[in-house]
C-alpha cells in the first residue's frame, strides 16, 4: 500500500508515532488538528499522572476467556499474551495497569455500533486488565480475535488485534495502542498499522509468537513487550529550555 | 539518551467502551462526601472538524487536589495530601458530543522553586481517528492567576481562551464548561508533550 501522510503534526518521536492527519484511514480527516502543536516546558502536571494511583486500586482480571460471569468459556483458540512493560531505557515498570479490548473469534465487537453479521459469543465479553509485576511483566489468558470489517473502504478488513491502554508513572508514558499477530496477510493492507511511520516501528506492534509460553493441551503463547516514555528527572532537576522537553 | 525504541501510537477506535469504561473503570465522579475543595462540575462537548460531535470520544483528566498536591510520588511538595481524593477521571461522551466531571477545583501547583502555575486540569483526548492522543488544559476563566501563568504564555495569544473554561451557575451547582474542538474555527490548542 502507498504510504500516504499528509501533515506536518506528529507527536513526540516522527520514527514511532503516526501522523494526526492520515489520509488513508479516513477518520482521522475531520478528526486530526491542523494547527501546530503548542512545544510546552514538562511541569510537575505532565511529570505526574494517574499510573500509580489508580493502579494500586484496580483489581485484576485478566482471564478473558472466563470473565463473562457466565460461567461458560469462550470460544475461540486459546492464548496467553505476555511480556514486559519497560520504559526507554530499559528499566521495567512495575505494578502498572493495562487494560484491554478486542473482537471475539469472529471478529464481533460486543458494542451497540459494532452490527455486521458476524456472531456474538455469549460467554465473551472482550475486555481484560492486569498490572505489571515487580519485574514489569504481564499477562493475559484469552482467545484469539478474528479479523474485523470495517467501512474504511471497499471490502476493509483489519488484520487481528488486541487494543492496549497502558499508564506507566506518568502523563508521558500515557500510551494507548494496538498489539497485532504475526503473519497476517491484512498488515500491508491496513490504514491504521500502516499509519506508523516506519517498517521497524510497525513492526514493534507484532507479537511474537513463542513456543516456550505456549502450554501444553491448554493455549498458544506470544510475547509483545511496549516500550513506554520517561519516566524523566524530577522537575527540579530538569535542565531549564529545550533539553526539558526531550 | 534513550536506548529502547518506543511502542507506537493507534487509535483507541470506536469499541473502547467495554474495555475503558465498564463500570468500575469510568470515573466522572471524581469527589467523595470528605474531599476537601470547592464542588465544580465540568461539562462539554467533543466537536470535529465541521462541528459535528464526537460520540465516541473519551476524555481523561488528571489534577492536584484543593491544596495543589498530586496524588503521585513525584510531588514532593509541602501541600497535604487528601485521602478521599485521587485526581483522575475518565469519561466517555455521549450522542451529542458531551462528557463530565464532577470534581473539585484544584490548587496552584510548582512550576519551580518560587513559582506556581494557575489552577488546572490536565485534559487527555482519545478517539476513533485519532492515531495519536491528544493533551490539553483547562483553565478557570475566572482565575487572575491566569495571567502570569508559564504554560498559558506559551500560546499564542488568539488561542489562549480555547483553555478556559467559562464560568456558570446553575442555583448552587458551579459549572464549567469545556469544549473541545479537534479541527477548524476555534480548534483547541493541543500540547506537544
Not at chain 1, 20 to 25: K, R, V
Not at chain 1, 152 to 157: Q, R, T
Request: hydrophobic share 40%; glycine share 8%; aromatic share 10%.
Amino acid at each position: 500500500m502507498k504510504q500516504i501522510t499528509i501533515g506536518d503534526i506528529v507527536r513526540g518521536d516522527q520514527e514511532v508515532f503516526p501522523p494526526y492527519l492520515y489520509e488513508a484511514y479516513q477518520s482521522t480527516r475531520r478528526r486530526a488538528p491542523t494547527l501546530p502543536l503548542i512545544e510546552v516546558p514538562l511541569t510537575l502536571s505532565e511529570l505526574t499522572g494517574p499510573g500509580p494511583a489508580i493502579s494500586a486500586i484496580t483489581a485484576e482480571d485478566a482471564d478473558l476467556t472466563r470473565n463473562a460471569g457466565t460461567g461458560g468459556e469462550a470460544i475461540g483458540q486459546r492464548i496467553i499474551v505476555t511480556g514486559r512493560i519497560l520504559d526507554d531505557r530499559g528499566n521495567a515498570v512495575p505494578n502498572t495497569l493495562l487494560e484491554i479490548w478486542q473482537a471475539n473469534a469472529a471478529g464481533r465487537y460486543l458494542h451497540k455500533r459494532d452490527q455486521w453479521p458476524g456472531p456474538l459469543d455469549p460467554n465473551f465479553l472482550g475486555m481484560g486488565r492486569c498490572l505489571t509485576d515487580e519485574h514489569g511483566v504481564y499477562r493475559f489468558l484469552t482467545i484469539r480475535p478474528g479479523a474485523y470489517p470495517w467501512k474504511n473502504h471497499p471490502n476493509a478488513w483489519r488484520p487481528a488485534h488486541i487494543h492496549f491502554s497502558v499508564f506507566g508513572p506518568s502523563m508521558l508514558s500515557r500510551l494507548v495502542t494496538q498489539m497485532y499477530f504475526p503473519d497476517d496477510s491484512l498488515h500491508a493492507i491496513d490504514p491504521i498499522m500502516s499509519s506508523i511511520p516506519t517498517e521497524a516501528a510497525r513492526k514493534r506492534l507484532i507479537a511474537v509468537y513463542d513456543h516456550d509460553v505456549t502450554e501444553p493441551e491448554w493455549a498458544l503463547g506470544y510475547r509483545w513487550d511496549i516500550v513506554l516514555r520517561g519516566p524523566y528527572a524530577t522537575p527540579f532537576e530538569l535542565p531549564q529550555g529545550e533539553e526539558a522537553q526531550q | 539518551m534513550m536506548t529502547l525504541p518506543l511502542t507506537g501510537s493507534q487509535t483507541v477506535g470506536p469499541f473502547f467502551e467495554p474495555g475503558l469504561l465498564r463500570e468500575d473503570a469510568r470515573r466522572n465522579v471524581l469527589t467523595q462526601a470528605e474531599t476537601v475543595g470547592e464542588r465544580i462540575r465540568i461539562e462539554g462537548r467533543v466537536l470535529d472538524g465541521d462541528a459535528m460531535p464526537v460520540p465516541d470520544a473519551l476524555i481523561e483528566i488528571w489534577q492536584a487536589n484543593a491544596h495543589g498536591r498530586y496524588n503521585h510520588p513525584t510531588d514532593q511538595g509541602q501541600a497535604p495530601l487528601d485521602p478521599a481524593f485521587l485526581g483522575f477521571g475518565r469519561s466517555g461522551t455521549t450522542e451529542d458530543g458531551g462528557y463530565w466531571f464532577e470534581t473539585i477545583k484544584p490548587g496552584a501547583v510548582l512550576f519551580d522553586k518560587e513559582q506556581r502555575q494557575a489552577p488546572h486540569i490536565c485534559v487527555t483526548v482519545f478517539a476513533r481517528g485519532l492515531l495519536n492522543h491528544l493533551m490539553t488544559r483547562l483553565y478557570f476563566e475566572d482565575e487572575p492567576a491566569n495571567a502570569l501563568d508559564p504554560i498559558l504564555q506559551c500560546v499564542p495569544e488568539e488561542r489562549r481562551a480555547t483553555l478556559l473554561a467559562r464560568r456558570e451557575s446553575r442555583g448552587a451547582l458551579v459549572v464549567y464548561r469545556f469544549d473541545i474542538i479537534l479541527q477548524g474555527a476555534g480548534e483547541t490548542a493541543f500540547f506537544n508533550v
